[in-house]
């Protein structure tokens, strides 16, 4: 017995390792520390107020390389900080007792798609590489978030009749056209017997390989990437020429078999607004690739009060680039925009809860764009014009 309690005692060496393992795990022993990262736990989804606030647990859990593709812009990144930085040239001009204490009503129809709010999904590439369940999961997440419509990306990680099939809620089509008509239209006979609502042609990102990473990495190899001189069908750069071909007649015949409204995504002036009215097309969508496609471009904000005085209501138009609160939001249709999309907000919700994530970040913008209309007296949609901002534009 006694021999027994002996062995179970507590050995000088047990005794020297249980102190140490407790001085090592001191706070005040700052070598046993990282200091460059934040050891704080994980916020639970109902702690985050704000989409800012998806950006870093998105960060924690994403690799380097995948949160650099959605976070980077082109070459020096001008464009994309100056995206956000136009939503300071405009302030709002808070009129709440206009509101005579009616309800506010943020429904709205952008080409025969319902929304009960003016704010979308902006296409964007590879949602696998942000959670598993990819492009279903955004849309369960859109769904529960009062049916947000997702502009489906045409480099999405499934393909559309499969996130069609997962979902139902409304679903538009991006599309980079590929030269060979008859290509398109097997991949749009698909879409549109999907069920897709709107097709949207985008233009804005002809020279991808501009986008920061991949233009780093072209610049450390040789014209045409390997033996010095140019490949056939590149430039000196390196530049793929599969999208620089695009040209309005490219619409035209895109329009003999396409069913659905079509909209061009890409214009930041008014003489492309007026053009793409001229080719028939159904909608204007202004938009910079966030930033992604060349550097030193005005912000879509900016550009957005031309291109409505260039269409002149005969078509919607709608922009992106830079949305991180509801009160952008309202910014943007006082300047004339019929929705607006959102692309990073929603990338980091996904990466960082999956659907959750995603119905989270747009409950929020969905509050925020309520309140900043109540405050400045707008109880509907049609009600909301340029009389609640003042424009400060350089």
């Known amino acids: 017995m006694t021999e027994r309690l002996w062995r179970g005692c507590l050995t000088r060496r047990g005794a020297v390792r249980a102190v140490a393992g407790f001085l090592a795990g001191s706070p005040l022993v700052r070598a046993q520390q990282d200091p460059f990262r934040d050891h704080s736990r994980v916020p639970g989804l109902g702690e985050l107020k704000t989409t800012f606030d998806f950006e870093p647990v998105a960060y924690a859990k994403l690799p380097r390389y995948t949160y650099d593709y959605t976070s980077y812009g082109a070459d020096g ?232 005085d260039a269409v002149k209501g005969r078509v919607p138009v709608l922009v992106d680039g830079g949305f991180r609160r509801g009160a952008d939001i309202l910014k943007a249709l006082a300047l004339g925009a019929a929705a607006v999309a959102v692309c990073r907000p929603q990338r980091w919700g996904l990466a960082a809860y999956g659907g959750a994530g995603v119905q989270r970040v747009f409950e929020i913008l969905q509050a925020e764009f309520r309140l900043a209309m109540a405050a400045t007296g707008r109880t509907s949609i049609a009600s909301i014009d340029g009389s609640i901002v003042r424009t400060y534009f350089p």
């Open 77 to 308: 990144e001008f464009t994309l900080r100056r995206n956000r930085e136009a939503f300071d040239w405009v302030d709002l001009a808070p009129r709440s007792l206009a509101a005579g204490g009616r309800p506010v009503s943020t429904g709205v129809e952008v080409l025969g798609t319902r929304l009960e709010y003016p704010i979308m999904v902006a296409p964007s590439a590879a949602h696998a590489a942000l959670h598993p369940e990819a492009e279903v999961a955004t849309c369960a997440g859109c769904a529960a978030a009062s049916n947000t419509v997702l502009i489906s990306s045409g480099v999405a990680s499934l393909s559309f009749d499969k996130i069609a099939a997962s979902t139902k809620a409304p679903l538009w089509y991006q599309l980079y056209p590929s030269r060979n008509m008859d290509d398109n239209r097997k991949l749009l006979d698909v879409v549109q017997s999907s069920g897709a609502k709107a097709i949207v042609v985008t233009v804005d990102q002809q020279a991808p390989v501009f986008e920061r990473i991949q233009h780093d990495r072209n610049l450390q190899r040789p014209p045409g990437g390997g033996g010095g001189r140019p490949a056939a069908g590149l430039n000196l750069y390196g530049v793929s020429d599969r999208r620089l071909w695009y040209e309005w007649k490219m619409f035209d015949e895109l329009r003999a078999f396409v069913r659905l409204p079509i909209l061009i995504k890409g214009v930041m002036t008014a003489e492309d607004a007026r053009l793409a009215v001229e080719h028939g097309l159904n909608g204007v969508y202004v938009s910079n690739h966030g930033g992604r496609s060349v550097d030193y471009e005005e912000s879509p904000l900016e550009v957005l009060p031309e291109v409505v």
